[in-house]
């Protein structure tokens, strides 16, 4: 089987509510170091322009392409460095929460909206139509974020899987009460969905959260707690930012990935051996 290795910084950033020009600013400063230190990818959270659920984003939010997106396909070429990184995005008269995959070069390669899409947050951002999978120097690469790999919106991972990706990336923002204090893990179902999602695919996910006080909407005073998460093509976890409510870091991960994998039906049998559960019976339909 053929591997390569690629060298992956998760830029686990602050980002402040309603402050654009602040959060764009650490975004540079995780790229360049990032670059400095030789990474071909720098994943960063989901919506770092203005932060997830901000209520202003109706107001605040731009286009893709559009001057965020070019700031960050600047950063990218300046940095000759991929960047996976959550914009708020304006199309039209709807609001979307967005992805996008940027090459060293300065170009857009992928753009996702957000699928599966909390119950709290429909009053802002419109729900993505689409996946999809494109093919880079350092291998097929697969964009969602966040919610989109919970283990009821496992299909979106399958998807993305099938199409042939080697690696997914997902900016995220992972949020927990302020008065949170259950001797539970609160970042559980992330870790339990990567691992069992890379395992049966066999191949890696990277999950970038940011860190800071959601400041207002819904959510208000929830901590975002970075715990940001790489996990192998075996479903291993093997980096692991800290959970913290306002330090940042740049974890370093080097992934494995494989370009030969199984595709279209011969996935089948692959899963079933693996104990992924085929053919469940159908809900019963109440007569009429």
């Known amino acids: 089987m053929q591997t390569r290795m ?6 686990q950033m602050l980002v402040e509510g309603g402050r654009p020009d602040n959060n764009l600013a650490r975004a540079l400063c995780m790229i360049r170091k990032a670059a400095e230190r030789e990474h071909d990818i720098i994943v960063l959270p989901e919506c770092i322009d203005i932060g997830w659920t901000y209520p202003d984003a109706p107001v605040l939010a731009r286009e893709i392409p559009g001057e965020r997106s070019a700031f960050l396909c600047k950063a990218a070429r300046e940095n000759s460095i991929f960047i996976a990184a959550g914009l708020t995005e304006r199309a039209d008269e709807k609001i979307f929460n967005s992805a996008v995959f940027i090459s060293p070069r300065g ?7 957000k699928i599966n899409i909390l119950d ?8 993505g139509t689409s996946l999809s999978v494109v093919e880079t120097e350092v291998g097929n690469i697969g964009l969602d974020i966040c919610a ?34 259950s001797s539970e893990n609160p970042c559980q179902m992330w870790e339990d969905s990567y691992t069992r999602l890379a395992y049966l695919f066999e191949i ?26 790489a996990v192998s093509k075996e479903g291993i976890i093997i980096a692991q930012g800290e959970r913290t409510y306002e330090k ?25 051996k693996k104990g992924f559960l085929f053919d469940p019976p159908l809900p019963i339909i109440p007569a009429s």
């Open 6 to 11: 690629i060298k992956i910084a998760m830029g």
């Open 107 to 113: 170009d857009i390669l992928l753009k996702h909206r």
């Open 120 to 127: 709290i947050a429909q009053d802002i951002y419109n729900v």
């Open 148 to 181: 989109d790999n919970f283990p009821d919106s496992y299909a979106l991972g399958h998807t993305l899987a099938r199409m042939g990706c080697d690696i997914i990336l997902s900016p995220s923002s992972w949020a927990i009460p302020p008065d949170y204090r």
């Open 204 to 229: 890696p996910i990277i999950g970038v959260s940011n860190t800071g006080i959601i400041s207002a909407g819904v959510w208000k005073n929830y901590h975002c707690i970075g715990n940001s998460l």
């Open 248 to 272: 940042e870091s740049l974890i370093s991960v080097d992934v494995e990935i494989s370009s030969e994998k199984k595709r279209g039906t011969d996935i089948s049998p692959m899963l079933k």
